[in-house]
């Protein structure tokens, strides 16, 4: 154990570790922002749009605080302190983890311009069960970035389960569009529309996740060499 430790120790030393952390608190900024969006999807679903409000705002917070911090990880990375490689890698990853909160973030605006009965009408369970997917997946998501510089095999874990999600994101997906096109008023004008932006928002973000979980993948498998 104590011999493992020091291989991680020479892996991650600095710089690595200062750009890894700011991976780690990008990670939970995109997590809090999927949160935030979760909790005013279940308030909007409730017909409490105030309370639903107070939490999209929070979700544009959270949007903005994970692009301030996405820039820092640029800025490090722009001082040429890693090999090629891994800057591309680190790169990427703050790239896409982004996505992430931009997702959640169009999801919120979306959301703030439903109807809340026409939700609730339409496609409110199927709603509730693809946020609570995406806030499983996020929270796994930061587990394994943070695990990224502790635990490899936990880290490769986290992510195998990222992808067992973003499967049953997709059985539901095709569930929800099934269902719009099924329903007598659901298809028509712009609130029908709207929710179909809404619930491929909600894909985009699992999806995503997926993709940040194969690049955690590559850098743990760089790392390991």
């Excluded at 009965?117 to 609570?132: H, I």
Aim: net charge negative.
């Amino acid at each position: 154990m104590e011999f493992f430790r020091k291989i991680i120790s020479k892996i991650w030393s600095s710089p690595e570790e200062k750009i890894a952390n700011l991976a780690i608190n990008h990670a939970n900024l995109c997590f809090k922002a999927v949160d935030a969006f979760t909790r005013a999807v279940k308030e909007y679903c409730n017909g409490d749009r105030k309370l639903a409000e107070k939490y999209l705002m929070e979700v544009y917070s959270c949007e903005e605080e994970a692009d301030s911090v996405r820039r820092k990880i640029i800025e490090e990375l722009a001082k040429g302190a890693l090999p090629p490689l891994n800057r591309e890698d680190f790169v990427r990853l703050a790239e896409r983890m982004d996505l992430i909160a931009d997702w959640a973030k169009e999801a919120a605006r979306l959301l703030s311009v439903i109807p809340c009965e026409k939700l609730r009408q339409e496609l409110a369970g199927e709603c509730l069960e693809l946020v609570d997917l995406m806030y499983e997946s996020t929270e796994k998501l930061y587990n394994a970035v943070s695990a990224m510089m502790t635990d490899f095999q936990k880290s490769l874990q986290l992510v195998h389960e990222i992808e067992v999600i973003e499967e049953k994101g997709d059985d539901l997906y095709i569930k929800c569009f099934s269902r719009l096109e099924r329903a007598e008023s659901g298809c028509i004008g712009v609130p029908g529309m709207l929710i179909s932006k809404l619930v491929e928002s909600f894909e985009n973000t699992l999806d995503a996740c997926e993709e940040v979980g194969d690049l955690i993948k590559i850098i743990v498998v760089r790392a390991l060499r």
